[in-house]
């Protein structure tokens, strides 16, 4: 079983980069074929389309829209303003399908780096004295090739993959050694110690359990003295999407390794997250051993469609109806999403309640971690008779 979780982790995590190296790829042949013959074919635009799909998926529709009636509009303009052919129509394909490689504020980037590029390559022809028209192919591939590399390197959740995580813990209430473990993640500009009172408030429901808040990896952007699992500058769900599968390897090796230091399986395992820990906490669980549950406060779920997923632990969202941070639609949709995926879900909206965590929800968290766990145990106990009449 280890050996097939390892197996399956590592073509989730490789998944991406694989479709990227074929890329680049098709963008050195449309180079070489663009320099050598004027135009590109649709064979090769439409490579750079469907594997920009598996990328991505539908959420770069809108950059592919854009850059396409950009591009078109460019294609139609241009020579009613200079009286000469501007960009081919190839390059127009090319513009448009590129964007189902970029999010929406990568846009203004690529148009930068296409502008130089297309300067070089009119330079270089000039001097080549191969005639006025340039092609402008090799510099959008350029330019493509650049974005993702940029989007790859620079995201503050790949910079998170190895990230390291530490933070407070409460417990087991009991004294005795722990039979299971919380792990509670908190929200944007917050800490662990803000979480850990969760655990403090169970601690009569499940006396043996260790509760531990690690804090997220980086410093807030907008609050300083406080910490973020991922940035929010802006809502822009496939960025934080790539930030989250970007953090998920570590956290689950964090994760992993206090399982293994008090020698308990993954089913003596549940998440508690409140907002953009909801969101972490979701991610995480089914990318990962099948954990006793997941409580998402006030949170979302951001599904890839494309992801493998390794688990589908039992899952309680807990939202307030008057939530003006991240309404309670969300989780109306993680509900839809994750009952799609098979994940057994339940949904509370609580009247009244805005962006937090009141008693009634408090007391809904803990009943759920404490059935759940009862269960991991019943199911502990049959696999044991199952053994034992097997000998």
């Known amino acids: 079983m280890d050996f097939i979780n390892t197996a399956i982790n590592f073509i989730v995590l490789s998944y991406p980069y694989f479709l990227i190296g074929l890329l680049l790829v098709l963008l050195v042949v449309i180079s070489v074929q663009d320099i050598r013959k004027g135009i590109i074919p649709n064979s090769l635009v439409g490579g750079v389309a469907v594997l920009g799909l598996l990328y991505g998926g539908i959420e770069t529709l809108l950059s592919a ?21 501007g960009l081919g129509f190839g390059d127009v394909k090319l513009m448009g399908v590129s964007g189902l490689w970029l999010s929406p504020s990568q846009i203004p980037l690529f148009f930068i780096f296409t502008g130089l590029g297309g300067i070089l390559m009119a330079l270089l022809w000039k001097v080549l004295k191969k005639g006025p028209k340039f092609p402008l192919g090799p510099a ?9 590399v940029e989007g790859q390197n620079f995201s503050q959740g790949e910079t998170n993959m190895n990230a390291t995580f530490s933070g407070p813990s409460f417990g087991p209430a009991s004294g005795r050694t722990p039979d299971s473990i919380v792990v509670l993640i908190h929200g944007y500009g917050s800490d ?30 907008m609050n300083p003295s406080g910490n973020q699992w991922f940035g929010l500058k802006d809502w822009e769900p496939l960025r934080i999407l790539k930030e989250i599968q970007a953090l998920t390897p570590s956290f689950n090796r964090y994760l992993d390794g206090l399982l293994k230091s008090h020698n308990l399986p993954s089913n003596k395992l549940a998440l508690v997250g409140f907002s953009q820990g909801a969101m972490l906490a979701l991610h995480v669980a089914l990318h990962r051993p099948q954990s006793a549950g997941v409580v998402a406060y006030s949170g979302a779920f951001l599904n890839d ?55 009634q929800g408090l007391g809904m968290g803990g009943t759920f971690l404490k059935e759940k766990f009862h269960e991991s145990d019943a199911s502990g106990l049959s696999e044991q008779v199952k053994e034992s009449n097997n000998l």
């Open 140 to 148: 959008l591939a350029f330019t493509l090739g650049i974005c993702i």
């Open 192 to 221: 662990g110690e803000d979480l850990l009172s969760l655990g403090k408030s169970w601690a009569s429901l499940l006396p043996n359990t260790l509760f531990v808040a690690p804090h997220g990896p980086v410093a807030c952007e």
């Open 65 to 85: 829209v854009i850059l396409g009636v950009i591009g078109y509009g460019l294609y139609k303009l241009y020579p009613l303003v200079r009286a000469k052919e």
């Open 305 to 359: 469609p494309m992801e493998l997923k390794m688990a589908r632990p039992p899952v309680l969202l807990v939202h307030g109806t008057e939530d003006q941070v991240l309404p309670a639609s969300a989780s109306q949709a993680a509900e839809e999403a994750l009952k799609a995926l098979s994940v057994p879900v339940t949904l509370s909206l609580l009247p009244g309640l805005e962006h937090g965590i009141d008693p």
